[in-house]
């Protein structure tokens, strides 16, 4: 094998798109991917390779320090693409406490085992931490996050991903860990838990359930496809400059009801209902507190360097997506009935 990667997360949304297509493009890699596997892990998502020669499954909780030394002398990394997190704005708000030791305490620790066995030879290694555009806070009407934008965290989640971000920086800087950095925007596509945007209102228009939406829905996003995501890290892995940062976005800014109306129209011919139906489902409630307003990415610096582009349509991706979720209803079913009832009836009953 010409080199050994770590992926931690890869069990969840994105990590199992980052995994899927590594194994599949790089079988001269061996890609361990290590995993806690919380309520938002599911290994059915890599189903269709787990069996492969250049892939292992390594069940870790970043948190706990031992083993992730323990993992890191096992396999001498060369590599660390660092996915695993607390990912849901909403969780931060009612436990911040989890995301604090995941999203801080993980990645320290994943730092200090990567600096133990790279500081010698750190040449040709590398720590590619994934981050979020939510770390640079909130946009008015105009402009767009760059990566030189100040950091301005507003929620538990965002301001835990901040912290994580500072310390690959610091590790960077101060030991000289080869170390690179990404800020993605809202990613939206197959195997992504349904406590998101997407597919929960999916998952609610096909059992005739209210879409739930915070405010007044005119919170903008910027949604980029999955698979665009993926092919970003991997170029940003195999090409991107030590301490540098990237951002990653669709270019592609929605109102979370101007994105509802699309995604109801899109069931409705999905599903052979009468166009209208499932708008009739459009529930405003109670907004999440400190709501960011708009997000929206400059990727220009990934486009013009490195080459990158996203792919579909924002239509086609939804359609994409919806398909991919009326095909797997086993996947939804099982995913919906672990303690999702619990967490649904609390997220959004007082609301
Ligand atoms: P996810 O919640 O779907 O998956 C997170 C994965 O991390 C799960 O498999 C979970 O089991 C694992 N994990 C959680 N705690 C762990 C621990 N203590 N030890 C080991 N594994 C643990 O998240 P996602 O949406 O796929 O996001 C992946 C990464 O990308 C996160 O770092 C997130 O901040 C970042 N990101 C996400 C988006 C998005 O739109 N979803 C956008 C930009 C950046
Ligand atoms: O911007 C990148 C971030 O995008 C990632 O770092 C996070 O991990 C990811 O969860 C996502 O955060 P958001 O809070 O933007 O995503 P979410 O799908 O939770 O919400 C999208 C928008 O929709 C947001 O404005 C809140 C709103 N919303 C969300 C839910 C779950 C609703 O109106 N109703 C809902 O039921």
């Given at each position: ?5 770590l992926i931690t997360g ?22 361990v991917?290590a995993d806690k596997?919380t ?19 390594e069940k870790t909780d970043i948190v706990d320090k031992q083993s992730v030394f323990d993992l890191f002398r096992k396999y001498?990394f060369?590599?660390v693409i660092h996915l695993a997190a607390e ?10 406490d989890e995301f604090v030791f995941t999203n801080i305490i993980g990645t320290v620790n994943l730092l200090n085992a990567s600096l133990e066995l790279w500081k ?7 720590f590619y931490h994934i ?29 835990s991903k901040?912290s994580s971000d500072h310390l690959v920086?610091a590790y960077?800087?101060?030991f000289?860990i080869?170390a ?172």
């Amino acid at each position: 094998m010409k080199k050994t990667i770590l992926i931690t997360g890869g069990a969840g949304f994105i990590g199992s798109h980052v995994v899927r297509r590594f194994v599949n493009k790089y079988p001269e890699y061996l890609v361990v991917n290590a995993d806690k596997l919380t309520y938002a892990g599911n290994l059915e998502n890599l189903a269709d390779i787990d069996k492969k020669e250049n892939y292992a499954f390594e069940k870790t909780d970043i948190v706990d320090k031992q083993s992730v030394f323990d993992l890191f002398r096992k396999y001498n990394f060369d590599g660390v693409i660092h996915l695993a997190a607390e990912s849901h704005v909403d969780r931060s708000i009612t436990s911040p406490d989890e995301f604090v030791f995941t999203n801080i305490i993980g990645t320290v620790n994943l730092l200090n085992a990567s600096l133990e066995l790279w500081k010698n030879a750190p040449e040709g290694k590398l720590f590619y931490h994934i981050s979020t555009d939510e770390v640079f806070g909130s946009l008015g009407a105009e402009g767009y996050f760059t990566e030189v934008t100040a950091y301005d965290p507003k929620s538990p989640y965002s301001a835990s991903k901040a912290s994580s971000d500072h310390l690959v920086r610091a590790y960077n800087h101060t030991f000289g860990i080869p170390a690179v950095i990404s800020n993605c925007s809202n990613n939206y596509g197959p195997n992504q838990f349904p406590e998101k945007l997407i597919p929960l209102a999916i998952n609610n228009i096909k059992n005739s359930k209210p879409i739930p939406v915070y405010g007044k829905g005119e919170n903008i996003r910027d949604w980029l496809y999955v698979e665009d995501h993926a092919s970003a890290i991997d170029l940003i892995f195999h090409r991107g400059n030590n301490g540098e940062t990237y951002n990653i976005g669709g270019n592609n800014e929605w109102k979370n009801i101007d994105l509802i109306i699309l995604l109801c129209k899109i069931m409705d011919t999905k599903l052979g209902r009468q166009d209208g139906t499932s708008e009739r489902l459009i529930t405003y409630v109670k907004d999440r507190p400190g709501h960011d307003a708009r997000y929206a990415i400059d990727s220009s610096k990934l486009q013009g360097e490195l080459g990158w582009s996203p792919i579909p349509e924002f239509a086609v991706g939804l359609e994409k997506t919806v398909e991919w979720y009326l095909a797997n209803t086993g996947w939804l079913e099982r995913v919906l009935s672990g303690d999702y009832g619990r967490y649904y009836e609390k997220m959004y009953a007082g609301r």
